[in-house]
Nanobody, 124 residues
Framework: QVQLVESGGGLVQAGGSLRLSCAAS????????MGWFRQAPGKEREFVAA????????YYADSVKGRFTISRDDAKNTVYLQMNSPKPEDTAIYYC?????????????????WGQGTQVTVSS
């Protein structure tokens, strides 16, 4: 099994910055891709960004491209989401997710492992 634990959420002003972390433990060798999703009240869970390591590839939702950056620290089994210039519409619970090979990178149902979520609130 794999455990994912997010941290770093909180309140941030629009135009500021915030970094989310996701630490993986357990059977991490089964993970080939980790991503971030978010869910705002009354909305579907949506894809934000993903990092695949074989082959190394990075994916972003159009809504965050150029503002958010996903990165990985192999030594710490941790994936980060650097949020620069956040907007009020970025307010949501952010979830870290992991999966093996196969399936869509953009669909939440294709991810096997999930963290508990961390709240991000962007004030205007």
């Amino acid at each position: 099994q794999v455990q994912l634990v997010e941290s770093g959420g909180g309140l941030v002003q629009a135009g500021g910055s915030l970094r989310l972390s996701c630490a993986a433990s357990g059977r991490t060798s089964s993970i080939y891709l980790m991503g971030w999703f978010r869910q705002a009240p009354g909305k579907e869970r949506e894809f934000v960004a993903a990092f695949r390591w074989i082959p190394t590839s990075i994916y972003y939702a159009d809504s965050v491209k150029g503002r958010f950056t996903i990165s990985r620290d192999d030594a710490k089994n941790t994936v980060y989401l650097q949020m620069n210039s956040p907007k009020p519409e970025d307010t949501a619970i952010y979830y870290c997710a992991g999966r093996g090979l196969g399936g869509s990178i953009y669909r939440a149902v294709d991810y096997n492992y999930w963290g508990q979520g961390t709240q991000v609130t962007v004030s205007s």
